[in-house]
């Protein structure tokens, strides 16, 4: 048997067709219509699904159950997009609409979520229960998983990991509250504190490779700055480390989960962002060598752990 | 049937019997032994025990299991307290111990997971999962139900509630970390806020008070001088409140359960503390009004919420 996992994003929906062992069978997208209400979505998502599985060649009768991540909150239990802001969805009875197209079980969950149950399975390992995964992106994306379930609290609105405050009255959120660990440790952030060091700093090297591009930063100069010995750069990442590292443990000290995986580009640093971090960790976490603390990983599935995670709902 | 619980503390052992509603029938209490072991620990547990069963007149036969609370971290899973520095335990078997005496189901827990599960019961709503319960005493003490059960993370060592960073290299912890929420929040830290407010305004109603008191200030002043009018109070108090909902809204948006308890000495100012971190907390929970937050509320129990729950942890 098989499962669909659909990833619903503001600019593309994408659909695989995932085994048991979560290997993407095959997988396609489609473009998000802009404006599109929840009838137009569910008919798109009908019509890219009824495409993976003529292209994979497995029949409907194959497929267990379909799942669907999207953005925004959800109320999994319901079936319901409560609210989603980038693709215009209020109170939207999602999975019921698309039942009329397709008579199997139909679940949804918040993408982060999805992106976490998908890490969680790619673990391999079945004595884990308590796991989080976060997303440094935009902004930073969350997913709790407890008692190898999905966590997200009353109504689905919970693990919004991203939008807890480390420094009180500090840098705007998008969210609208200020200090946020998202606007410390997104790769946004790590954008916006490269900009402003290399503003001061216009000696540096890290200055000279914006200058270069045109005068845009990504998240990937400043370690290539840092690699090539340059001070300003270094500072940025230390100061970037050591706020990552207060948002982590917090969800350490709450939710000590037994492993966090971290995702995002900035992961592709590996152990040059981990072995850091865990040093910055150190005096951070409640108990300290008395207790056994979370291990913190990178993350192992990239951008297809939505479309994993959202096909094991139904798992 | 009856369940015991049982609440260990540093300066004394409390025992109680449980009805199957939550109602104490009868409860007792011991001083505890300085530097006494495990095994002393539960002699001591064993004989308070035999001693509140026949001042109720209820017989062994009666009881359907024991529960401990433990300060500390607690393996629940395996029945040890892994550490517990005011009690002075090691990785102390001390369920395996006290079974040695009784033979019944005996169970472990945090005392603030007791509390928490006391509290939750005490709700008396069957259609709530997911609860957590703070108590703003020397420190902040937290516990988490999730899903109607007791959550405290891998090994036990999470729901450390308030051991969530909210200022950055704020002020220093008894943990050792700087700028957690219970540096802040805890009545410890509201007394050191006024003593410093009434130090600067020395001509102040809340210093009056102070003085009057033999330079000594509790956590009830600063309410009592705000409520005759005094500015400097009102000031500490509303720096109070904002430190406080900053720590709760980081509770909403990662665990968002449906119901927070707050309990500690604060509390007993109600709505007079319940409705300015109402307004405090507008602004600082993700989704804000599109989302239905958790309600916020007074605890009920009291001291008696640890007893209650050890007792149901075998429930």
């Not at 019509?47 to 925004?72: E, F, H, W, Y």
């Not at 390992?125 to 930073?140: M, Q, R, Y």
Request: overall charge negative; aromatic content about 6%; some cysteine.
């Amino acid at each position: 048997m098989y499962y669909i996992g659909v990833d619903i994003g503001g600019t593309g929906i994408k659909a695989g067709i995932v085994d048991e062992k979560g290997n993407i069978i095959l997988k396609s997208s489609v473009p998000t219509e802009k404006g599109i209400d929840y009838k137009g979505l569910a008919k798109s998502i009908y019509n890219l699904l009824q495409t993976v599985l003529a292209d994979a060649r497995i029949a409907a009768d194959d497929i267990k159950s379909i799942g669907m991540g999207c953005p925004g909150t959800i109320d999994a239990k319901n079936g319901m997009v409560v609210y989603a802001n980038n693709i215009n969805l209020t109170n939207a009875p999602l999975c019921e609409e698309l039942k009329k197209y397709i008579d199997k079980p139909i679940y949804i969950d918040n993408d982060a979520n999805c992106a976490a149950l998908g890490e969680f399975f790619a673990l391999g390992d079945d004595t884990v229960s308590d796991f989080v995964a976060i997303t440094l992106g935009t902004g930073i994306g969350g997913g709790v998983v407890i008692n190898k379930k999905l966590y997200s609290g009353f109504k689905g609105a919970g693990a919004e990991l991203g939008h807890m405050v480390i420094e009180k009255g500090g840098e705007g959120c998008s969210c609208g509250r200020k200090g946020c660990w998202e606007a410390y440790a997104s790769a946004t952030a790590l954008i916006r504190e490269t900009k402003k060091a290399a503003d001061k700093n216009p000696a540096s090297y890290i200055a000279k490779l914006i200058e270069e591009n045109g005068g845009n930063a990504n998240g990937k100069m400043v370690w290539d700055a840092k690699e090539a010995g340059d001070e300003t750069a270094q500072k940025v990442i230390d100061q970037y480390v050591e706020n990552l590292s207060e948002g982590l443990a917090n969800i350490i000290n709450s939710f000590r989960p037994e492993i966090i995986a971290i995702g995002g580009g900035v992961c592709r640093q590996g152990d040059n962002l981990l072995n850091p971090l865990k040093d910055a960790l150190k005096g951070k976490i409640y108990g300290g060598d008395l207790t056994e603390s979370s291990r913190i990983e990178i993350a192992k599935l990239g951008n297809d752990a939505g479309i994993i995670g959202a096909a094991f709902l139904g798992k």
